[in-house]
């Protein structure tokens, strides 16, 4: 019923950047906090950037000044751009919904979306 659609991933060059777009529909996008995680090849799930409903973001100390994320509440849309990029930065992106703990309490459950490829390399 809810689905979240990451899009805008590909292959760039170091010091190169991206912008990465989720796409929720089924859902409340409005009142649920979002995030933004990575996995590398081999490695574990991570938490990349983090959004509140009303807006305030926190970011990963391996992305800070160099990511940013955003929502446009009205286009139930997230998104992140990428900046600076490094090979380190070479994962799947995922986009991550919450709903709030009164939801959560009522049944709902975090959803995912299926994640696109950044690859960073020269």
């Known amino acids: 019923q809810v689905q979240l659609v990451e899009s805008g991933g590909g292959l760039v060059q170091p010091g190169g950047s991206l912008r990465l777009s989720c796409a929720a529909s089924g859902s409340i996008f409005s009142i649920y906090a979002m995030n933004w995680y990575r996995q590398a090849p081999g490695k574990q799930r991570d938490l990349v950037a983090t959004i509140t409903s009303d807006g305030r973001a926190s970011y990963a100390a391996s992305v800070k000044g160099r990511f940013t994320i955003s929502r446009d509440n009205a286009k139930n849309t997230l998104y992140l751009q990428m900046n600076s990029l490094k090979p380190e930065d070479t994962a799947v992106y995922y986009c991550?919904?919450?709903?709030?703990?009164?939801?959560?309490?009522?049944?709902?459950?975090?959803?995912w979306g299926q994640g696109t490829l950044v690859t960073v390399s020269s």
């Open positions: 991550n919904g919450e709903p709030p703990p009164l939801y959560t309490a009522m049944g709902d459950v975090e959803v």
